[in-house]
């Protein structure tokens, strides 16, 4: 293990000047993410770090990081599609990966190569660490990161998430009340969706399986059409919005998710914990067909994902490994949700929006041919639409004899794939 130096002194109050300066240089007008004379552009890993082009790049990976992790998700859901199990689990994997580096960067933390720094609240990039690989520095940073205090000049992932319009923060407390326990169990959500890259870094088979080691010579699970279509709707029935930056259902998971390790923790009976929960409901002012939605949910089987993703039981090592892919896909599902609600926060401290960046949007148009969006002022939470028109089909997809069925549903396929909608949902440009 490197020499870490405290990352509390990393600052994200720092982020957003360092993100109005890149503004304020017309680097975007140009249509241009960093000056070409940057050397990070090119090679992020110079010999000597030079502060301006430092903290330029660290700026701008918060979002060019979130956007590659988006792109990896709808890889990994390409792969799926056609029983790729190592493709989905390395494409998975580094949609993690690059979530986790994003949320990272809005926090002051830059990991590159052997190498990491902070910026501090002073605007100087200061040395992190040397000598430690990129994904076992990515897991001990973002570890620290979620254990940090609320002192700390952070973004706390318990106030990004806010189901019902309520910070994580206000459930946990109501909750618990009297009980020092929310920042514990917020951190340990962080920490858990985190766990491949952690794990794989301290054991490296289960990631070399899928990135090194020829697929075909262990059995995996081979799917069928349902089984596909049903983690696909899954998958999606998370990111469903209801507006822009908001994804209720995702954001009432993690609240079950917190509620449920905190009966488990406390040794809760079932009696005293539904007794709490009638408090908090109490507590938070909920309106009654708020509170009935809330219990049906939480008592009933809604929310329940695949079992590869139980907030209790980790899957052990080996256990399950035929489903191990699909729990990185969740997991990395939870990370990007999380690292696109603090891009969102960064971009409106920041004033940057659609005019700033349209030259990405119109280049993420072209590339995903996305034409119905490639207007002024268009409001992407339409393209849902797209979603839920393929899911139908998939869903009333009758046999072809002379076509395997990804081939006579190649288009609703492909529409499903196309996660960057969830992330233009989420900055809500």
């Avoid at 360092?18 to 110079?46: E, I, M, W, Y």
């Amino acid at each position: 293990m490197a020499n870490y130096v405290d990352i509390a002194q990393a600052s994200s109050t720092a982020v957003r000047q360092c993100l109005l300066d890149v503004k304020h240089s017309g680097v975007l007008g140009r249509g241009l993410f960093l000056d070409p004379a940057n050397d990070f552009r090119v090679t992020p890993q110079p010999s000597s770090v030079d502060q301006a082009k430092a903290k330029a790049y660290l700026a701008i990976s918060t979002i060019t990081h979130l956007h590659d992790g988006w792109c990896y998700l709808g890889s990994a859901l390409r792969s799926l599609f056609h029983n790729e199990v190592g493709g989905c689990g390395h494409a998975a994997y580094y949609a993690e990966l690059r979530a986790a580096l994003s949320f990272l960067a809005v926090n002051g933390v830059l990991i590159l190569n052997n190498k990491g720094f902070y910026l501090n609240s002073s605007l100087v990039i200061e040395p992190l660490y040397q000598g430690e690989n990129t994904h076992k520095a990515v897991w001990h940073s973002l570890d620290k990161v979620a254990s940090l205090s609320s002192a700390c000049d952070v973004v706390r992932f318990e106030t990004l998430i806010q189901p019902d319009g309520i910070s994580l923060k206000d459930w946990i407390d109501a909750f618990s009340k009297g009980i020092s326990i929310s920042a514990a169990s917020c951190s340990r959500f962080l920490s858990y969706c985190g766990m491949d890259i952690g794990k794989y870094e301290n054991d490296r088979d289960a990631r070399n399986k899928y990135s090194y080691s020829p697929c075909d010579v262990e059995s995996y699970q081979e799917r069928d059409q349902s089984e596909i279509c049903d983690l696909i709707k899954m998958i999606w029935r998370l990111f469903e919005p209801d507006a822009v930056g908001r994804f209720p259902k995702i954001d009432k998971f993690v609240l079950w998710f917190l509620l449920r390790g905190l009966k488990k923790n406390l040794n809760m009976p079932c009696r005293a914990y539904k007794g709490r929960i009638a408090r908090m409901c109490a507590d938070l002012a909920l309106s009654d067909i708020k509170k009935e939605q809330l219990l049906s949910e939480i008592y009933g089987k809604r929310h329940r994902l695949h079992p590869m993703f139980d907030p209790i039981n980790q899957c052990a090592s080996g256990k399950g490994a035929e489903d191990l892919h699909v729990g990185v896909v969740l997991r990395a599902c939870f990370l990007l949700r999380l690292a696109t609600a603090a891009c969102r926060n960064l971009l409106q401290a920041t004033g940057i929006g659609e005019p700033e960046l349209r030259f990405w949007l119109r280049r993420m148009q072209r590339c995903r041919f996305m034409w119905q969006a490639a207007v002024d002022g268009y409001d992407y939470c339409d393209l849902w639409n797209d979603i839920s028109l393929s899911q139908e089909s998939l869903d009333t997809y009758a046999p072809v004899d002379s076509d395997p069925w990804n081939v006579t549903e190649a288009g609703a396929l492909e529409v499903v794939s196309r996660t960057e909608y969830a992330m233009l949902w989420g900055l809500g440009l």
